[in-house]
T-cell receptor
């Protein structure tokens, strides 16, 4: 079993929709949780990160972590075609490396 | 401010050969991590260097090695290439070791034939 599980999709939504991307993890030691966005032929770009449980909002993006259920979510409001990319969740504990999910491919249709 | 620079962008090598990839981190960043990305396995951690010392190592065979120079630039080397080594190799830099904010380069696409 992978430490971070993520539905690979693909996921297609119409422009303006609310997108919900989800991951589950098994490592209880994870303290930091990240969401990266990766466009085709590019490296991953850090969208946001949270520490422990709770919500964090940045513009149209909201990250949510529920440590009791080991569930990580990213919500995108008013989705745009430019949001079309692969979204990667990741967890980290202490001074260890990032452990990534396999990524969810999102397409926002104009 | 320049981002993370990886060279070369694309490489084609033959089985059995060796390859060296280079990563120049963001100016002022002292930590460099390397990841392998494949469609089947996703992003997998290779190793992290900080202040010229390897701090963490992933679960890869000894054919994969790396180093970091005093200017924080890093190289990774893969010897005796196998077909399964074909992947996108990504480098991430951060200010300090295991920093939450890691910035990735565009990667080197390695194809082994």
């Amino acid at each position: 079993q992978k430490e971070v599980e993520q539905d690979p999709g693909p996921l297609s939504v119409p422009e303006g929709a609310i997108v919900s991307l989800n991951c589950t993890y098994s490592n209880s030691a994870f303290q930091y949780f990240m969401w990266y966005r990766q466009y085709s032929r590019k490296g991953p770009e850090l969208l946001m990160y949270t520490y422990s449980s709770g919500n964090k909002e940045d513009g149209r993006f909201t990250a949510q972590v529920d440590k009791s259920s080991k569930y990580i979510s990213l919500f995108i409001r008013d989705s745009q075609p430019s949001d079309s990319a692969t979204y990667l969740c990741a967890g980290r504990w202490s001074a260890r490396q990032l452990t990534f999910g396999s990524g969810t491919q999102l397409t926002v249709l104009p | 401010k320049a981002g993370v620079t990886q060279t070369p962008r694309y490489l084609i090598k033959t089985r059995g050969q060796q390859v060296t990839l280079s990563c120049s981190p963001i100016s002022g960043h002292r930590s460099v991590s390397w990841y392998q990305q494949t469609p089947g396995q996703g992003l997998q951690f290779l190793f992290e260097y900080f202040s010229e010392t390897q701090r963490n190592k992933g679960n890869f065979p000894g054919r994969f090695s790396g180093r970091q120079f005093s200017n924080s630039r890093s190289e990774m080397n893969v010897s005796t290439l196998e077909l399964g080594d074909s992947a996108l190799y990504l480098c991430a830099s951060s200010l300090v070791e295991a920093n939450t904010e890691a910035f990735f380069g565009q990667g080197t696409r390695l194809t082994v034939v």
